[in-house]
């Protein structure tokens, strides 16, 4: 009998469930805090923080684009720009993400966007 496929861990969020399922302890979770314990969040959050998956350098005219987007401070993206954030995303994060209309996840990225931009910030 094949054993089925191992996924792998996109950062520390990833361990942590599988060591909670492997001792039992989200069963426990989800009894005492129902199905909707807020571990799929904290999951998402701690793969956010802690990815294992190191991002690659943004190049000169990514870094200055971001940084003159960001400091328009806008509360809307247009197309070319959320084009602009997802190419930039895609490459330094090596994901293949396709454009879409969920705000929270241009937030999500535009929010990794800028912890990289950070410590380009934070070495000088």
Request: glycine residues 4%; aromatic residues 8%; neutral net charge.
């Given at each position: 009998m094949a054993?089925?496929?191992?996924?792998?861990?996109?950062?520390?969020?990833?361990?942590?469930?599988?060591?909670?399922?492997?001792t039992g302890?989200d069963?426990?979770?989800k009894?005492?805090?129902g199905?909707d314990?807020g571990?799929?969040a904290?999951?998402?959050?701690?793969n956010?923080?802690f990815?294992?998956?190191?991002p690659l350098c943004?190049?000169e005219?990514e870094?200055e684009w971001?940084?003159a987007?960001?400091?328009?401070?806008?509360?809307?993206v247009?197309?070319s720009?959320q084009?602009?954030i997802l190419a930039i995303?895609?490459r330094i994060?090596?994901q293949?993400n396709?454009?879409?209309?969920c705000?929270?996840c241009?937030?999500?990225?535009?929010?990794?966007?800028k912890t990289?931009?950070?410590?380009?910030?934070?070495?000088?």
């Amino acid at each position: 009998m094949a054993r089925p496929k191992k996924i792998q861990a996109k950062g520390l969020g990833d361990t942590v469930e599988s060591v909670l399922k492997a001792t039992g302890i989200d069963k426990v979770a989800k009894f005492l805090l129902g199905e909707d314990c807020g571990c799929d969040a904290r999951k998402e959050k701690l793969n956010a923080l802690f990815p294992y998956k190191k991002p690659l350098c943004l190049t000169e005219t990514e870094y200055e684009w971001l940084k003159a987007w960001i400091e328009t401070k806008t509360n809307q993206v247009i197309p070319s720009d959320q084009s602009q954030i997802l190419a930039i995303y895609n490459r330094i994060f090596q994901q293949r993400n396709e454009p879409s209309n969920c705000s929270s996840c241009l937030k999500d990225m535009v929010d990794q966007l800028k912890t990289v931009m950070l410590t380009y910030e934070d070495a000088e």
